[in-house]
């Protein structure tokens, strides 16, 4: 298996699903499989998501460690650590969502308790997967809904919009919620982008509490940098633009992605350049189109592994959504595509 880079910390890499079904090696921090109707394991470093995958044979995504990781089952929580950071996940059936603000509140406050005791205080990366995530008009809609619990979990410590994570929400065709993210015992930078308005500082017009996460996070590790880039879309100051174009939406979300690469790189000047390790594509269902892919290598480099994803974007007037990791170093660190 041939890694997309090495460093301290963790590292990002896709395998076709047809080479993944072997048990889990020790240094495995997590692996997630995408699509439906997939098995469980009593092993907690298996995720599922609900999302089908397009455009090319199916991936799964793994998490790995330079070193052995220990791993268990906390208060219905997975997670697998190895003294630098932890990776974790919770699944809540749709029978749990009945009070969908009080139901996030409580799985956010479940998350920060397990990272406390076992020692990672520090949010790096969260991703949030509900079904039927546009579903409900208003202040109802379940994302706004989401994203009130999520504030209210996180507003509970000072000054906590200074270290919000980086974060992606996405929307399944199936029920329940399924969140997964990565922490660390030291914290990243908060990076924001000059083009668009804070998440947190959203006007009411997007419901009554502000989603609550950063554009990005700038982790160091001992050897290299990671930037874990949010879940992107073609928004510019707070508003959406090129409604009903999903090829001109692409344009917009890289030119997002182009301003927070200049953030990051104004806040780690002594490392080279930022290079793409993976990027996840999510295309609302119906949306997609062949000309997609090719554009999305043309723009981020034929190099880039992607995988692409069908579900709803967190914005009715969003057709797509992109999501990143990237690394710069002092020093040579080999890149390589792997699916």
């Not at 397009?54 to 460690?65: D, F, I, L, N, Q």
């Not at 205080?121 to 809904?145: A, K, S, V």
């Not at 200049?262 to 295309?283: C, H, I, M, T």
Request: some cysteine; proline content about 6%.
């Amino acid at each position: 298996m041939a890694p997309n880079f090495h460093s301290h910390g963790c590292s990002y890499h896709l395998f076709h699903e047809a080479d993944s079904g072997q048990a889990l090696d020790r240094n495995v921090l997590a692996r997630i499989h995408y699509g439906t109707g997939l098995a469980t394991s009593p092993d907690p470093r298996e995720i599922n998501v609900a999302l089908p995958q397009t455009g090319g044979a199916p991936v799964a995504e793994v998490w790995r460690s330079h070193r052995p990781v220990e791993h268990g089952w906390a208060d219905g929580l997975g997670y697998a650590h190895n003294g630098e950071v932890v990776f974790g996940h919770v699944r809540l059936d749709e029978h749990d969502l009945a009070d969908l603000v009080r139901a996030t509140a409580r799985a956010y406050l479940r998350i920060d308790l397990l990272l406390r005791r076992l020692g990672y205080p520090c949010w790096l990366r969260m991703w949030n997967f509900l079904g039927h995530i546009n579903h409900g008009e208003g202040d109802t809609e379940r994302y706004r809904q989401f994203s009130q619990g999520r504030h209210n979990a996180l507003a509970l410590k000072p000054g906590f919009e200074t270290r919000l994570p980086a974060a992606t929400a996405i929307g399944t065709q199936e029920g329940g919620m399924t969140v997964y993210f990565l922490a660390a015992r030291d914290p990243g930078a908060q990076v924001e982008n000059p083009r668009q308005v804070s998440a947190f500082r959203y006007p009411a017009a997007y419901g009554p509490k502000s989603p609550s996460f950063s554009r990005g996070c700038l982790k160091h590790w001992a050897d290299s940098s990671h930037l874990f880039v949010s879940g992107t879309a073609s928004v510019v100051g707070h508003q959406t633009l090129h409604p009903g174009d999903l090829l001109a939406q692409l344009d917009e979300t890289h030119r997002n992605f182009e301003a927070l690469l200049g953030q990051a790189s104004a806040l780690e000047p002594a490392a080279g350049p930022f290079s793409a390790v993976g990027l996840k594509v999510y295309v609302r269902p119906g949306h997609d189109s062949p000309e997609l892919l090719p554009r999305v290598r043309r723009l981020f480099g034929d190099q880039v592994p992607v995988l692409c994803l069908a579900g709803d974007i967190c914005r009715r007037d969003l057709l797509l959504e992109i999501e990143g990791l990237f690394t710069a170093t002092a020093h040579s660190v080999s890149l390589q595509a792997v699916a």
